[in-house]
């Protein structure tokens, strides 16, 4: 199946810091790539949509100005946690559907964002 | 609104037995469903998948699952369990022209050797 990289896999920022996650699909463009937030021992929840050339959709209750979303090119999302306060602590997941392969998002292997 | 439930919060199996995890979903139209597995602190792995067609599908690891429209259920099964088969399993629906995952609140699988 298709590769998605998320990086960095692990990271420790102090608090009121901004933090930067990368999102690549390595084998596939992804015109469309997703950002969820898991909670520990809890399902995904969707934080926002991001589509290659245009503003990213974001879900209900999800800063915009908090998350930032980039998605420059046909491979490659950053989300950026600005200001990160220690609430902001989770394990984020991207995803990239494969247009190819149709509705299937592939996931990468998830950030684990811890900030003191 | 859509929704996916999982009924099981926590499945214990012993190596060797076989395993079922139910999943129902709640969709006015046809639904798109999928399983995926993640291991701690991991990503999530796609097991299979259901568009159309053939009810009952094969996915990778030895995994199928079979789609049932009557009872709104897409449980996910397995003949023998491998002590490697140990996971988080989430069930996940498509809506919005394939574009959103609703999912499941996941199950986690325990493999007793």
């Known amino acids: 199946g298709a590769v998605v990289s998320q990086h960095p896999s692990w990271v420790i920022c102090k608090s009121g810091t901004s933090v930067k996650i990368e999102c690549r699909s390595l084998d596939f463009q992804a015109t469309t790539m997703f950002w969820y937030r898991q909670f520990p021992k809890q399902s995904l929840m969707l934080m926002a949509t991001s589509n290659e050339g245009s503003k990213a959709t974001y879900e209900q209750g999800v800063e915009k100005d908090k998350f930032l979303i980039n998605h420059a090119s046909l491979t490659l999302s950053t989300l950026t946690v600005t200001s990160a306060h220690p609430e902001d602590s989770s394990f984020y997941i991207c995803?990239?559907?494969?247009?190819?392969?149709?509705?299937?998002?592939?996931f990468g292997a998830g950030t684990r964002l811890s900030v003191l | 609104a859509q929704s996916v439930t999982q009924p099981d919060i926590h499945i214990t199996v012993s190596e060797g037995a076989s395993l079922e995890l139910r999943c129902n979903y709640s969709y006015g139209a046809t639904p798109y469903l999928f399983w995926y597995v993640q291991s701690p602190g991991q990503g999530l792995q796609l097991l299979l998948k259901?568009?159309?067609?053939?009810?009952l599908v094969q996915g990778i690891k030895g995994f199928e699952a079979e789609f049932k429209r009557s009872q709104s259920s897409f449980n996910l099964r397995k003949p023998s369990v491998h002590w490697s088969d140990a996971a988080e399993y989430f069930c996940?629906?498509?809506?919005?022209?394939?574009?959103?995952?609703?999912f499941g609140t996941g199950t986690q699988l325990k493999v007793e050797l």
């Open positions: 996940a629906l498509a809506t919005g022209g394939g574009n959103k995952l609703t």
């Open positions: 259901y568009f159309s067609g053939d009810t």
């Open positions: 995803s990239a559907r494969d247009l190819g392969q149709g509705n299937i998002q592939y």
